[in-house]
């Protein structure tokens, strides 16, 4: 029996903890392997079944999903001493704000946002997920300081209408769909013409697996598909825990016949994309170098976001030596960002006290 065979047996109940009979050998990391005992069939749960089932990339589900569940707030009572050493090693940014600024001091800061978790608080609905009047008055104040750019995982048109800024630069979908500024800022009155989709041979396939899962997640109560142009989103935050499972295991029997699509995991949600290697650090890249910032040495670029795709933007300040990353999170996570702020409020806080520290600083 194939992986492929092996993902439709576990589709076809629903329970998480039906038994199923399945032959030995699926339980092994190499499920090509024919049985030992041909004919000899074992009786094992759903749960540890779905442990088996590859996904796109080589990961497995489950850890996806054992991920997903550490992540969530009641896993997180017992983290006071780990926290105190993790903010050792990424201290909150507004604590160590002049150091960040004397760093700064003679370079062109330039400054990289990202959008759910940091400008908005996460909420259940994700077409919900307003900015705050106050947020959106601070960064159109960043803005007129210094080039900004909002990177995020939502379609372009989306993330701007919830920021309603045309003076910044949009990277959505994960940095495949990007565009600049609409119009001038204070800082700049003629900004570049920008334009970059280098996935756009998808967008056929990305419409194709988006009708898939919306009919194959149905069946599952509270999972939403959300349509971001060049990449789609299964979010998992309203569907109850004991269906993670199985939903993950819809996401990978439809995923199974498009080996160029590829899954990564964000909060409460799987996130399909292209195989194609762009990301959200190559968007900074392509940003720095559109602003005329390719190979200059005396470029300070600032990224804040508070998810794991925003991964790929801290690794490429720490490989470029220039800047850095600041992880918006309340508990310690694996990071190559090298500061820290607890939530969006504190990110308001950060971004007002770069403009206030700007304006002063002539
Ligand atoms: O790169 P981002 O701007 O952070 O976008 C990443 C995903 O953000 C959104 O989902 C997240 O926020 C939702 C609203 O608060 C929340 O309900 C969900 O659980 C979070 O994962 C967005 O809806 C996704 O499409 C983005 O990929």
């Known amino acids: 029996?194939?992986?492929?065979?092996?993902?439709?047996?576990?589709?076809?109940?629903?329970?998480?903890?039906?038994a199923l009979v399945v032959p030995p050998a699926l339980f092994t990391a190499d499920v090509k392997k024919p049985p030992l005992m041909p004919g000899k069939y074992i009786t094992i749960s759903k749960k540890k079944l779905l442990e088996n089932i590859e996904i796109n990339g080589g990961a497995r589900i489950n850890a996806w999903v054992e991920s997903?569940?550490?992540s969530s707030p009641t896993s997180h009572r017992k983290l006071?001493?780990?926290?105190?050493?993790?903010?050792?090693?990424?201290?909150?940014?507004?604590?160590?704000?002049?150091?960040?600024?004397?760093?700064?001091?003679?370079?062109?800061?330039v400054m990289f946002l990202d959008y759910d978790g940091t400008l908005s608080p996460i909420v259940d609905d994700p077409d919900r997920a307003y900015m705050s009047d106050a947020m959106r008055a601070t960064v159109r104040k960043l803005a007129g300081c210094f080039p900004t750019a909002i990177v995020s995982g939502r379609c372009r048109d989306k993330v701007?209408?919830?920021?309603?800024?045309?003076?910044?630069?949009?990277?959505?979908?994960?940095?495949?769909?990007?565009?600049?500024?609409?119009?001038?800022?204070?800082y700049k009155k003629n900004p570049p013409s920008v334009l970059c989709q280098p996935a756009s041979e998808y967008l056929p396939m990305i419409d194709e697996v988006y009708g898939l899962l919306m009919e194959k997640t149905k069946s599952t109560p509270g999972a939403k598909v959300e349509n971001n142009k060049f990449c789609l989103s299964v979010h998992f935050r309203?569907?109850?825990?004991?269906?993670?499972?199985?939903?993950?295991?819809?996401?990978?029997?439809?995923?199974?016949?498009?080996?160029?699509?590829?899954?990564?995991?964000?909060?409460?949600?799987?996130?399909?994309?292209?195989?194609?290697?762009?990301?959200?650090?190559?968007?900074?890249?392509f940003l720095l170098e559109s602003l005329g910032y390719a190979n200059c040495t005396d470029v300070?670029?600032?990224?804040?976001?508070?998810?794991?795709?925003?991964?790929?933007?801290f690794k490429v300040l720490r490989e470029r030596g220039q800047?850095?990353?600041?992880?918006?999170?309340?508990?310690?996570?694996?990071?190559s960002a090298s500061y820290s702020l607890q939530e969006p409020s504190e990110v308001m806080d950060f971004l007002q006290r770069l403009v206030d520290w700007k304006r002063h600083s002539w």
């Open 1 to 18: 029996m194939t992986k492929q065979k092996l993902a439709v047996v576990a589709d076809a109940k629903s329970s998480m903890d039906m």
């Open 68 to 70: 997903m569940r550490a």
């Open 80 to 109: 006071t001493q780990d926290q105190t050493n993790w903010m050792d090693r990424h201290p909150s940014a507004l604590k160590v704000f002049d150091e960040i600024t004397n760093a700064s001091k003679g370079k062109q800061i």
């Open 160 to 186: 701007y209408n919830f920021v309603k800024l045309a003076e910044l630069y949009y990277a959505g979908s994960h940095g495949m769909d990007i565009r600049g500024p609409l119009k001038g800022s204070k």
């Open 238 to 285: 309203c569907v109850e825990e004991k269906k993670w499972s199985e939903l993950a295991a819809q996401v990978r029997s439809v995923l199974k016949d498009y080996p160029k699509l590829r899954l990564s995991q964000g909060r409460k949600v799987l996130e399909i994309r292209p195989t194609i290697k762009w990301d959200k650090g190559k968007a900074l890249e």
């Open 300 to 313: 300070f670029p600032i990224y804040i976001g508070d998810d794991r795709t925003d991964e790929d933007a």
């Open 323 to 335: 800047g850095f990353g600041i992880l918006v999170s309340k508990m310690p996570k694996e990071t």
